[in-house]
């Protein structure tokens, strides 16, 4: 069965830092971070391709978000870095493989 598992979401104060991984049991062509916050529509946020290792970020998060995988264990990350309260959302991972598969999402919450 296909999974990709989700970890590391929470709750944080402003500027404080998290880490989620996604743990995948398939190979694919890239991976990437998706969030959603209440009553908005579904944005991207980190991706990697795993075939010329080129990355995009969301002008919203660069310079504080970094994508990276560990190839030993199939896991991708998302290092986030001086959090803020628009950051709240959950986050998903998907990966695109012959087909597209996505995690069950993970809550972040920044807040004082």
């Known amino acids: 069965q296909v999974q990709l598992v989700e970890s590391g979401g929470g709750s944080v104060q402003p500027g404080g830092s998290l880490r989620l991984s996604c743990a995948a049991s398939?190979?694919?062509?890239?991976i990437g971070w998706f969030r959603q916050a209440p009553g908005k529509e579904r944005e991207g946020v980190a991706c990697?391709?795993?075939?010329?290792?080129?990355?995009y970020y969301d002008d919203s998060v660069k310079g504080r978000f970094t994508i990276s995988r560990d190839n030993a264990k199939n896991t991708v990350y998302l290092q986030m870095n001086s959090l803020k309260p628009e950051d709240t959302a959950v986050y998903y991972c998907?990966?695109?493989?012959?087909?597209?598969?996505w995690g069950q999402g993970t809550q972040v919450t920044v807040s004082s």
């Open positions: 398939l190979d694919y062509y890239s």
């Open positions: 998907m990966v695109q493989s012959f087909l597209d598969y």
């Open positions: 990697l391709s795993i075939n010329d290792g080129s990355t």
